[in-house]
T-cell receptor, first 113, second 117 residues
Framework: GNSVTQMEGPVTLSEEAFLTINCTYTATGYPSLFWYVQYPGEGLQLLLKATKADDKGSNKGFEATYRKETTSFHLEKGSVQVSDSAVYFC????????????FGSGTKLNVKP | NAGVMQNPRHLVRRRGQEARLRCSPM?????VYWYRQLPEEGLKFMVYLQKENIIDESGMPKERFSAEFPKEGPSILRIQQVVRGDSAAYFC???????????????FGPGTRLLVL
């Protein structure tokens, strides 16, 4: 079946630190992979995506590379800001039913000044 | 271009009452999805609808839950005879018609937080 596993949080970092949030997946074939961000009290916003192996998605200084060999899509940012504090969700869309998204449990990021 | 709209943002119901959650997709989007988020968990797919059609309801509980997306008006997620376990955040998402390269991307609303007393 399809599933997504994320590292558990919360992750607490100081401003300008390097961020990695691990995400691995299980899927049939080659799904599309996504990172969404959820700020307190709000809905999910698409952060970046990758639709095939070795693709790199990037946005707002965040990036993630679709690694087929390790079935991973880790989120990275070189220098986090306080405004990056949020919950980050990794997700995949099923190959044969791409209308159904599978989400990880989310990783809460706290960035301190 | 307005995003996905959901209302109400917060809803309080007593056990046994009905809850109606509304979702208006982004302009030009014809696909609507509902997800449920329990506290400290990720989102779980419930149902996928197009105008006047339920395409995939494999994530919907068998009883008390129903969804519709009429020809005119918003999509409605209806929960009858609510129980405390229904307390959660319910998110709606929409995507463009098929053939658009952005079809795979789902755009989410702000959610409705349901609390059952």
């Amino acid at each position: 079946g399809n599933s997504v596993t994320q590292m558990e949080g919360p992750v607490t970092l100081s401003e300008e630190a390097f961020l990695t949030i691990n995400c691995t997946y299980t899927a049939t074939g080659y799904p599309s992979l996504f990172w969404y961000v959820q700020y307190p009290g709000e809905g999910l916003q698409l952060l970046l995506k990758a639709t095939k192996a070795d693709d790199k998605g990037s946005n707002k200084g965040f990036e993630a590379t679709y690694r087929k060999e390790t079935t991973s899509f880790h989120l990275e940012k070189g220098s986090v800001q306080v405004s990056d504090s949020a919950v980050y969700f990794c997700a995949l869309s099923a190959v044969y039913n791409f209308n159904k998204f599978y989400f990880g449990s989310g990783t809460k990021l706290n960035v301190k000044p | 271009n307005a995003g996905v709209m959901q209302n109400p943002r917060h809803l309080v119901r007593r056990r046994g009452q009905e809850a109606r959650l509304r979702c208006s997709p982004m302009k030009g989007h014809s696909h609507v999805y509902w997800y449920r988020q329990l506290p400290e968990e990720g989102l779980k797919f419930m149902v996928y609808l197009q105008k006047e059609n339920i395409i995939d309801e494999s994530g919907m509980p068998k009883e008390r839950f129903s969804a519709e997306f009429p020809k005119e008006g918003p999509s409605i997620l209806r929960i009858q005879q609510v129980v405390r376990g229904d307390s959660a955040a319910y998110f709606c998402a929409s995507s463009p018609p098929r053939g658009d390269e952005q079809t795979e991307t789902q755009y989410f609303g702000p959610g409705t937080r349901l609390l059952v007393l």
